[in-house]
């Protein structure tokens, strides 16, 4: 059981899309201006770096490793330069950018220290970093860990905590500046958009549960679905800052 970002490429759009308060977050904290310039590290399908552009007209750029992915951001918006690259080689200027940001991203990278390196290197002297990821206890209790409970284990094993998280960058010469904490406690049902995600695996944790599970946690989550008003409370996310000085 892997993830292959080259297949989930064609129904991700399908079934994931971006969060414009987390947009909104970004233009307040940083002051985009149409002069300011950004990187989406691990900009998948480009549904960020999209909508951001649009937003504020600011220069952005996107990295992202998977050709299925970055082929879908290249056709949404020819205002954005997206390029092949990763952790350990990011193909852009050194101090070029005003603020780099990573959605649901770090998980996937094996070697967190190069990355933060990398990225050190291609922000500008007080430039803005924003790691946006999910603690360990945010994983812990994600109300569909009751349908598919080996998903917190695979994601605690694949998540840096945030203590982690910060400990790397600032090793790196990254300065730790805050932790916001966005959507925790949120009240609301279980869409059938949601139950589409499940269906379509569209979260990566699904590539990497065992298929009896799944299936089964499927089937209960649509049962539950169907009969009523599943209420759910949202597990949320945090956004970990930091400024390269
Ligand atoms: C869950 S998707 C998130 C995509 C996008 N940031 C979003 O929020 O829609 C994770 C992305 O990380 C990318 N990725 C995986 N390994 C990577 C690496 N070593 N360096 C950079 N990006 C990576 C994947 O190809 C995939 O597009």
């Known amino acids: 059981m892997e993830v292959n970002y080259n297949e989930i490429s064609r129904t991700y759009d399908q079934v994931r899309k971006e969060n414009r308060d987390l947009l909104e977050i970004f233009i307040e904290e940083v002051g985009i201006t149409d002069r300011t310039r950004i990187l989406d590290f691990g900009c998948g399908t480009g549904n960020y770096a999209d909508a951001l552009q649009?937003?504020?007209?600011?220069?952005?750029?996107?990295?992202?490793?998977?050709?299925?992915?970055?082929?879908?951001?290249?056709?949404?918006?020819?205002?954005?330069?997206?390029?092949?690259?990763?952790h350990e080689n990011i193909p852009l200027e050194d101090n070029y950018f005003d603020f780099v940001y990573m959605t649901d991203v770090i998980h996937h990278i094996p070697d967190v220290s190069m990355m933060f390196s990398e990225i050190r290197r291609v922000l500008k002297r007080g430039g803005s970093l924003c790691?946006?990821?999910?603690?360990?206890?945010?994983?812990?209790?994600?109300?569909?860990?009751?349908?598919?409970?080996?998903?917190?284990?695979?994601?605690?094993?694949?998540?840096?905590?945030?203590?982690?998280?910060?400990?790397k960058a600032t090793e790196q010469s990254l300065e730790h500046i805050k932790n916001v904490v966005k959507g925790e406690g949120a009240v609301g049902p279980v869409t059938?958009?949601?139950?589409?995600?499940?269906?379509?695996?569209?979260?990566?944790?699904?590539?990497?549960?065992?298929?009896?599970?799944?299936?089964?946690?499927?089937?209960q989550l649509e049962t539950d679905v169907l009969s009523g008003n599943l209420i759910c409370r949202h597990s949320g996310e945090t956004l970990v800052w930091f400024r390269k000085k």
């Open 131 to 167: 790691i946006v990821t999910e603690s360990h206890d945010q994983i812990d209790n994600r109300f569909f860990v009751k349908y598919f409970p080996s998903t917190a284990t695979v994601d605690k094993r694949r998540y840096p905590d945030i203590d982690e998280i910060i400990s």
């Open 192 to 219: 059938s958009q949601f139950v589409e995600l499940v269906r379509n695996k569209g979260y990566s944790m699904f590539h990497l549960i065992p298929d009896d599970e799944y299936n089964e946690g499927l089937k």
């Open 54 to 86: 649009r937003l504020t007209h600011a220069q952005v750029y996107g990295v992202e490793p998977s050709d299925g992915m970055r082929e879908k951001a290249i056709a949404k918006n020819p205002n954005i330069t997206f390029v092949n690259g990763n």
